[in-house]
């Protein structure tokens, strides 16, 4: 069983960076995919970035290339996103997920953690 929780949200400045951490607590943590996405009140959820179960293979939205990186330690059953430069446009409630293949819709992450805020001030 996968159980998702996110950390490492927070309130920043603009073209501050943040470390957003989801740690898994089940025992297949390498067999998932995992995926990042944002929500703002009033608008649908939005993929960020989702990377492979070897964590070789990444997806980033064209809204955030560039700017959050994506990783993964499957030691520690822990996928990351680091986010630079960040921008009064990430403000928004981030959740990390896991699917069982990789693919950046939603429909097919099927865990998903509780959130973490990110507030970027302008």
């Known amino acids: 069983q996968v159980q998702l929780v996110e950390s490492g949200g927070g309130l920043v400045q603009a073209g501050d960076s943040l470390r957003l951490s989801c740690a898994d607590s089940?025992?297949?943590?390498?067999?998932?995919?995992m995926g990042w996405f944002r929500q703002t009140p009033g608008k649908e959820r939005e993929f960020v970035s989702s990377i492979s179960g070897s964590g070789d293979i990444t997806n980033y939205a064209d809204s955030v290339k560039g700017r959050f990186t994506v990783s993964r330690d499957n030691a520690k059953n822990t996928v990351y996103l680091q986010m630079n430069n960040l921008k009064p446009e990430d403000t928004a409630l981030y959740y990390c997920?896991?699917?069982?293949?990789?693919?950046?819709?939603?429909?097919?992450?099927?865990?998903w953690g509780q959130g973490t805020q990110v507030t970027v001030s302008s």
């Open positions: 997920a896991a699917s069982g293949f990789l693919t950046i819709e939603s429909r097919y992450f099927h865990s």
């Open positions: 089940g025992r297949t943590f390498s067999s998932y995919a």
